[in-house]
């Protein structure tokens, strides 16, 4: 059965999905920090669309684009607002910054909660 793609669903149960076991950089304080990769993927995965990056100082960011909108799941982690460029790239650039562990740790995480408001 797919899942229905409500951002504002898809937000809160990430925020909820989040833990040190999607990204080693997670804290309380800042549950997106790090999770952009694993983030990405997932979405990808569970709504298809296209992964997006763009390159900051830190490190390239991943997000997504769904139906021609751009979705960053992680914008929070940052302290300033991201100047986009939105250069699209693959799974494989994106899987650079996130273990298979990670992935399949947040998509059962993501799965818990977002059963729950649906």
């Known amino acids: 059965m797919p899942m229905n793609f409500d951002p504002d669903d898809v937000q809160r149960a990430l925020s909820e999905a989040w833990s040190l076991s999607t990204s080693s950089q997670w804290t309380a304080d800042n549950p997106a920090a790090g999770q952009c990769n694993v983030t990405s993927l997932l979405i ?18 991943f997000y997504n684009r769904i139906e021609g909108k751009r979705y960053d799941f992680t914008a929070s982690q940052f302290d300033q607002p991201i100047v986009y460029v939105d250069v699209l790239t693959d799974r494989a650039d994106a899987e650079r910054g996130a273990t298979h562990d990670e992935l399949a740790q ?4 993501f799965r818990k909660h977002h059963i729950k408001s649906t």
């Open 44 to 61: 990808h995965d569970l709504f298809g669309g296209d992964l997006l990056k763009t390159p900051l100082q830190a490190g390239d960011h």
């Open 106 to 109: 947040l998509r059962a995480a």
